[in-house]
Structure formats: structure tokens, C-alpha cells
């Protein structure tokens, strides 16, 4: 299983000269191709098994290591179904020795998403900008 080529950036930061790094950090989505093809496709907690992975690098060369970004998925995901609630709530328990995790993003309301404001256009914010969830 691909571990998001962490073992590289550790290697890279070790290497002579090289500025040392204080954590590690890095993002995931379920959708990357890791969780798509071969093994990682009947895996259903591939997303999970890949950040874990990723970690235990991170761990054996004593850094924190931060998910700066996930959710359930990019493309045709749906983010506004059960099928995205049931994630979170499954991997909230299966990562939670994680040092740093941060779902992309709060609010539906974000310049990349062309500032859209109707509730559940499956946007990726666990937030409409009227409050809701």
C-alpha cells in the first residue's frame, strides 16, 4: 500500500544539508487513486489503512504527523448523503491516535467552490453558511 511517499520526504530531510523538519504533514482523500485500483479498491477502510501507514513513518522517525485535509472524497462523490455521515463516523474511531486531523473544509461557503450558498449542493463544508449541518 502507497504511503503517500512520506518515507521519501523523512529521507529527503535527513539528507546532508537538507533543513530538518519539525512534522510532517500532508493531505488524503478516499477518491486518490491508493483507495481506487488493485488492493486499495476492496479495501473499505483503505483511506484509513494509508493515513495509518503514513503515520507509523512519521512515528519511527519521531515526528507528528497531520492530515491538513480530507473528507469523504472529491469527483461524484456525494458529500451531503448518508453514505458520507457513515465515513467520518467510522474513521473518526479508526484514526483516533492521529496527532492532527482537519475535514476539508468547515463551511460550504469557500472561493473554490465559486462561493455557492444553497443548502446540500454537495459542496465539501460540514457547514451550510445559514448554520447548517
Known amino acids: 500500500m502507497q504511503t503517500l511517499d512520506i518515507a521519501g520526504f523523512i529521507a529527503a530531510c535527513a539528507a546532508p ?36 501507514a503514513a503515520q507509523k513513518l512519521a512515528a519511527a522517525a519521531s515526528k507528528p504527523f497531520f492530515i491538513t485535509e480530507y473528507n469523504d472524497g472529491l469527483g461524484t462523490t456525494s458529500r451531503d448523503d448518508s453514505s458520507a455521515a457513515a465515513f467520518v463516523i467510522r474513521n473518526v474511531g479508526l484514526l483516533s491516535a492521529l496527532d492532527v486531523w482537519s475535514w476539508w473544509t468547515f463551511s460550504d461557503v469557500f472561493e473554490e467552490g465559486w462561493m455557492r450558498s444553497p443548502p446540500f449542493h454537495n459542496g465539501y463544508g460540514l457547514c451550510t453558511v445559514h448554520g447548517t449541518r
Do not use: R
Not at 544539508?17 to 479495501?43: M, N, R, V, W
Open 17 to 52: 544539508g537538507a533543513p530538518p523538519c519539525d512534522f510532517i504533514s500532508t493531505h488524503l482523500y478516499p477518491t486518490d487513486p491508493q483507495c481506487q485500483k488493485g488492493a486499495g479498491a476492496e479495501d473499505p477502510d483503505c483511506f484509513a489503512h494509508t493515513v495509518l
